[in-house]
């Protein structure tokens, strides 16, 4: 015959299998409406401009891009890397180099292709929400790719959906991007023009 200790503790192991799933399954439904929410900020804007801060190990700086569509343009530390949605143009103004390559549209680097980094919808990434403050959520991403290692932690505001901060994890390195700014804008981004960077040596990658 079994004991009251015995009788509440097996109600208890009873109750956590039937309840931890139903609770894993609301923080998954959680993570997807916050994921849908963020996309449809960002959908919102249409054509926008972005400021950041970014920090990994001991480097850190500030720059900013502008997202039209698939077309983008990055600036940072001098740098600057002008997309059509297709091609990549990556400017070293230090080297006086510019490097040519196809655009990775599977890519949700924020650095990397801007146009997807917020985006996460209909994805194969797995989202669960690590951290809840009073205003804002931070979600973990993983992606069901064996291939596409590494975490990606994306705090929004949770009311809006508005993106405040991404994280890229990858074994020991980290990389912090804080989006300090973002805004709706008229004016198209900026392309790129051979002509500006005459004298520079182009290397294609392609």
Known sequence: MYSDIMVKNL??????VVLLPTE???ADDDAQTLLRR????????????AQFEIAAGEYSSQGSYAVDGDAYYIEVDGAEVYSDGKTRY??????????VDDVDTSS?????????????VGTDYDAA???????????????????VEGEIFLTVETASGRPQRVVYVLYEDRVDV???????VRRGVRRYDPKAY????????R
């Open 11 to 16: 109600i208890l192991a009873a109750l956590a």
């Open 24 to 26: 894993a399954l609301a």
């Open 38 to 49: 963020t996309a449809d900020y960002i959908s919102s804007l249409g054509r926008y401009n």
């Open 90 to 99: 990556e400017v070293d103004n230090t080297r006086r180099e510019v490097n």
């Open 108 to 120: 949700r680097n924020v650095l990397d292709n801007p146009t997807r980094c917020f985006d996460f």
């Open 129 to 147: 929400v690590t951290e809840r403050t009073d205003a804002s959520t931070t979600l973990r991403l993983r992606s069901r790719d064996e291939k």
């Open 178 to 184: 804080r989006v300090t700014h973002l805004e709706s």
């Open 198 to 205: 005459d004298g520079y040596e182009t290397i294609d990658f």
